[in-house]
């Protein structure tokens, strides 16, 4: 599962639309975190999809991560400023790859 403590433990290594990559990333393999307030651990998405179907305000959009040992789309929480914390999102995502702040 995503590191709760990821803001601790991580540093900021890039950005991405907008957004932080907590790092380490070394492509292709390793992605590392993208987003802070709607976080996603691309090392662990596997891109079930459910978390795109079934944020209201759609803070996900597909990325291409060719060549990641998990799999060569992740959900990217490209519009992390829109979220109203509803938790949907980290409650069906079948990997725990999702960590969602409030506050
Ligand atoms: Fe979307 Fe709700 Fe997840 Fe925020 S907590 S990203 S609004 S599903
Ligand atoms: Fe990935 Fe979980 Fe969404 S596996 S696509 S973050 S539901
Ligand atoms: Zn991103």
Redesign the pocket.
């Known amino acids: 599962a995503i590191d709760p403590e990821f803001e601790t433990n991580r540093d900021v290594a890039e950005e991405h639309e907008g957004h932080n990559v907590w790092g380490p990333v070394e492509e292709p393999e390793t992605l590392g975190i993208h987003g802070t307030h709607v976080a996603?651990?691309f090392d662990?998405?596997?891109?079930?999809?459910?978390?795109?179907e079934?944020c209201p305000v759609d803070v996900?959009e597909?990325v291409d991560t060719p060549d990641h040992p998990e799999?060569e789309?992740?959900?990217d929480p490209a519009h992390e400023d829109q979220c109203i914390d509803c938790m949907l999102?980290v409650d069906?995502?079948?990997?725990?790859?999702?960590d969602v702040d409030p506050g």
């Open positions: 996603v651990d662990i998405c596997l891109a079930d999809g459910a978390c795109l079934d996900f597909w799999s789309i992740k959900a999102c069906v995502c079948p990997v725990d790859a999702i």
